[in-house]
Nanobody, 120 residues
Framework: QVQLVESGGGLVQAGGSLRLSCAASGRTFGSYAMGWFRQAPGKEREFLAA???????YYADSVKGRFTISRDNAKNTVYLQMNSLKPEDTAVYYCAAAPNIATIWSPDYWGQGTQVTVSS
């Protein structure tokens, strides 16, 4: 069982930056693939980024070059650094975990989400 708790969301102006954190419980965190998703009002949940246990990274085209995913296995934490934010990035952001990177797009575990609002 893995429990995930996101933090770091908030209100930011367009062009600004935020760093989201996701703290995970469980001694097997280091073996899990981790991902970030978001869901805007009236839209489906969207994949953003993923990182394997060995720190290989994958990004959606919509955020490539602006968002960076990283992990600190010693702290059981995964991060999402978001730069050059746009109003269309406004959404609830979710952390997710899967046993391997091949299944991160359909993860086993989800966090509760953190709201990110980008004002124009």
């Amino acid at each position: 069982q893995v429990q995930l708790v996101e933090s770091g969301g908030g209100l930011v102006q367009a062009g600004g930056s935020l760093r989201l954190s996701c703290a995970a419980s469980g001694r097997t965190f280091g073996s899990y693939a981790m991902g970030w998703f978001r869901q805007a009002p009236g839209k489906e949940r969207e994949f953003l980024a993923a990182i394997s246990w060995s720190s290989s990274t994958y990004y959606a085209d919509s955020v490539k070059g602006r968002f960076t995913i990283s992990r600190d296995n010693a702290k059981n934490t995964v991060y999402l650094q978001m730069n050059s934010l746009k109003p269309e990035d406004t959404a609830v952001y979710y952390c997710a975990a899967a046993p391997n990177i091949a299944t991160i797009w359909s993860p086993d575990y989800w966090g509760q989400g953190t709201q990110v609002t980008v004002s124009s």
